[in-house]
C-alpha cells in the first residue's frame, strides 16, 4: 500500500532511524572509545529526533489507533517506545548492538503494521487532521 501524505513525515523519520541503528551495529564491535563516542552521539540524536517522532506518534496516531480499536498494535508501539527509551537512558555502552536491533525491528514493524493499520482504518481526512509532521 502506497504512504499516506500525512504519515510521509513520520516514514521519512524512519529512514533517520534506520541509519542510526545502522550506526549502532556498525560501532557496536569497534574499540571501546569508538563504542563510546558513537553511544554518546546515538542518544543525542534520539533525544533531538527520534523522543520527538514518538511523542508525534503517541499523542496523535496512537491515541486515534486506541479509539479505532487497535489496542494491540498501540500496547506493542509502547512497549517497544518504552524498551528503547530505557536503553537510551541507561549510560552501557554495551547497548549498542541491542539497541540497534530493536530499533531497526520496531521500524520494520511500524511501516508494515502500524501505518497500514492507521490507513486503512483512519483514512485520509482524519490523518490529515492530525498534522503529524508538526513537533507536539
Same mark, same amino acid.
Given at each position: 500500500m ?19 541503528a ?9 574499540? *571501546?572509545?569508538?563504542? %563510546? !563516542?558513537a553511544?554518546?552521539? &546515538?542518544?543525542? &540524536? ?8 514518538? /511523542?508525534r506518534?503517541?499523542? @496523535? ?7 479505532? @480499536?487497535e489496542?494491540?498494535?498501540? *500496547? ?12 537510551? %537512558?541507561?549510560e ?7 539497541? !540497534? @536491533? !530493536?530499533?531497526?525491528?520496531? &521500524?520494520?514493524?511500524? *511501516? ?6 492507521? /490507513?486503512?482504518?483512519? @483514512? ?6 492530525? *498534522? ?5
Open positions: 502506497q504512504r499516506d501524505s500525512s504519515l510521509r513525515s513520520l516514514s521519512s523519520e524512519h529512514h533517520t532511524g534506520l541509519v542510526i545502522r550506526r549502532a551495529a556498525d560501532a557496536a564491535y569497534q574499540d *571501546e572509545d569508538t563504542r %563510546a !563516542a553511544w554518546s552521539n &546515538i542518544q543525542e &540524536i534520539f533525544r533531538t529526533d527520534l523522543e520527538p517522532h514518538f /511523542q506518534e503517541e499523542q @496523535g496516531l496512537l491515541s486515534a489507533l486506541r479509539e479505532a @480499536g489496542v494491540d498494535l498501540v *500496547e506493542r508501539t509502547l512497549r517497544e517506545h518504552r524498551a528503547l527509551r530505557a536503553m537510551i %537512558a541507561e552501557r555502552v554495551d547497548n549498542l548492538a541491542l539497541f !540497534a @536491533g !530493536a530499533l531497526k525491528a520496531h &521500524i520494520r514493524f511500524e *511501516e508494515r503494521q502500524l501505518f497500514e493499520a492507521a /490507513q486503512r482504518l483512519l @483514512g485520509s481526512e482524519r490523518l490529515a487532521q492530525m *498534522e503529524l509532521d508538526e513537533s507536539p
